[in-house]
């Protein structure tokens, strides 16, 4: 057995044919943590040093690549030179442009067992069907579909290395049986027949292994300085494989492989992002972060990973927000209203404020106002058909229009009052949106004085539209009474807002003077009536 360590596993998984096959790999490999098997070979008698003879080692500047020209993990000079090339604009990118730390690399080969000088980074070149302890690492799944693994090193934390496939190309369930021969022992192994697709633009990587090897080591590459600033074996987050989808894309914008996960974020329904079982389709977050902010945000989000490595991802986009002397909340309302126009409401690919494939992604799904928009899990945000003010936390903005307007205008709301002087404007127009998001709970901060005080709006109320409170306790009730003290009505809550409908209102209130308070105890405030 593999020490536990070890046994984390990052993976880039670039699926070819099967949509069911779209996981996270992350989960995966906690999985095969629980459930682990020995490894296999296809002979008993063969271990993975039989795959291949001699072993050699080009060193560049910052990395050392091990391999083989002989047997199934042969590999071409012409590969080794792209290879090559890519690994050195990756590593001056990260850590010039992006300002990262630099991967730090094992002192020995994970697969070939070499030992890596002038303490280089090593990139081991093979086929990943025989990977070295492969069910052990992934399970009975085995690794059809990557590209390129990281693997972290159990001696010392924060090294590791990557394993990049020698030609994109893995053996199906009906590939045929070849043998290696050295040292008068012959291993069976079978023979790669099934390309790695790009779906976005219906080429193999096997015929176009440079964009193979460029998609593949910035992702690669990424988590390997990721893992300098977070140990994901005691603290796993979804942002590893989000940012690191994103990265790929900004360094290889042509490939366009992460468009494949794309839809999945744009259909989410109001879950955390840490729900998403494939994270990879959180890039077009990252890529709007990206172009708003600039290439040294996500660093600083690792750099806050690696202060508090206990915190989850939203509290480290909170803190780095902060320190840019901006709202956290705001950005993030902003971000998921300038999320709202992918798809068939982007601009064009010059004039888009998210990202330039923003026409290309999705068009966000919109939900009607019977949906229960759920409180739980953050960060959270979800676009919704109505013109109701609901009764949650969050920042809340409308975006509206008439048919013959061109763009939509928007109407932020902070508060009831802010809703009900805007709600002439909902009322008239042809089509609304409700934008919600909540970056993390909303706590009132008594130092800041920003206790809401109870109100009622509108007041004088005419009766056309909800009556509405703020600034209520929760878990409490509210009273209505006339000016003798008759009850007139009252109403149980669990949150600081609410709302009665003009319905109930019209049926129950005469014209005139009211008193309420919230709860039993209070001083009475005054409510005038119309019709």
Not at 199 to 216: H, L, Q
Request: glycine content about 4%; overall charge neutral.
């Amino acid at each position: 057995m593999l020490n536990s360590r070890i046994i984390l596993l990052i993976f880039l998984f670039f699926f070819a044919f099967y949509a069911h096959s779209k996981k996270c790999a992350t989960i995966q490999i906690f999985q095969t943590q629980k459930f682990q098997v020995q490894a296999r070979q296809l002979a008993e008698t063969c271990s993975p040093d039989d795959y291949y003879d001699s072993v050699q080692i080009k060193t560049t500047p910052h990395f050392a690549l091990i391999y083989t020209t002989n047997g199934p993990h042969r590999v071409s000079e012409v590969f080794l030179d792209s290879l090559e090339k890519t690994l050195e604009t990756a590593y001056k990118i990260f850590t010039k442009t992006h300002k990262t730390l630099p991967p730090l690399g094992a002192k020995v080969s994970y697969h070939y067992k070499k030992e890596v000088p002038n303490n280089l980074y090593p990139i081991e070149i093979l086929e990943l069907d025989l990977l070295r302890n492969l069910h052990s690492l992934v399970g009975e799944n085995n690794c059809q579909y990557c590209m390129g693994i990281t693997i972290p090193d159990e001696t010392e934390q924060g090294t590791s290395s990557i394993i990049i496939d020698n030609d994109f190309m893995h053996a199906s369930s009906n590939a045929s049986s070849e043998n290696f021969t050295q040292n008068e022992k012959s291993c069976a192994y079978l023979k790669s027949d099934f390309p790695l697709k790009n779906e976005t633009y219906n080429y193999t990587y096997n015929e176009k292994f440079g964009a193979g090897i460029r998609v593949t080591i910035y992702h690669e590459l990424y988590h390997a300085i990721q893992l300098r600033y977070l140990d994901l074996h005691k603290n796993p987050t979804y942002w590893f494989e989000a940012s690191a989808s994103g990265i790929e894309e900004i360094l290889a914008p042509d490939i366009d492989d992460y468009m494949s996960f794309v839809p999945t974020f744009f259909k989410m329904q109001w879950q955390s992002f840490e729900a998403f079982t494939t994270p990879y389709s959180l890039a077009p977050f990252f890529l709007t972060i990206y172009q708003k902010f600039g290439p040294t945000l996500d660093t600083k989000i690792w750099e806050s990973f690696q202060n508090s490595p206990n915190q989850p991802f939203e509290k480290h986009f909170y803190n780095v927000i902060s320190h840019k002397n901006l709202s956290p909340d705001s950005v993030f309302h902003s971000l998921a209203t300038q999320l709202f126009f992918s798809g068939s409401r982007a601009k064009s690919f010059e004039d888009s404020s998210i990202y330039k494939d923003a026409p290309l992604w999705e068009t966000p799904v919109i939900f009607d106002n019977s949906k229960e928009i759920s409180l739980k899990g953050n960060p959270f945000f979800t676009y919704r058909k109505t013109t109701e003010f609901p009764d949650i936390k969050g920042y809340i903005s409308y975006l509206y229009k008439d048919k013959n307007d061109s763009i939509f205008s928007k109407i932020q709301t902070n508060s009831f009052k802010d809703y009900r002087e805007q709600f002439w404007k909902l009322q008239n127009a042809d089509s609304v949106f409700l934008i919600y998001s909540r970056l993390q709970p909303i706590t009132l901060d008594s130092s800041k004085n920003t206790v809401v005080k109870l109100n009622a709006y509108p007041n004088p109320y005419r009766g056309k539209t909800p009556l509405c409170f703020e600034g209520l306790k929760e878990n409490s009730t509210l009273e209505i009474r006339t000016r003798k003290g008759s009850l007139a009505l009252q109403k149980e809550h669990n949150t600081d807002f609410l709302c009665i409908s003009p319905n109930e209102i019209n049926e129950k209130f005469a014209p005139g003077l009211y008193l309420y308070r919230d709860g039993q105890k209070g001083k009475m405030k005054k409510l005038l009536i119309i019709k």
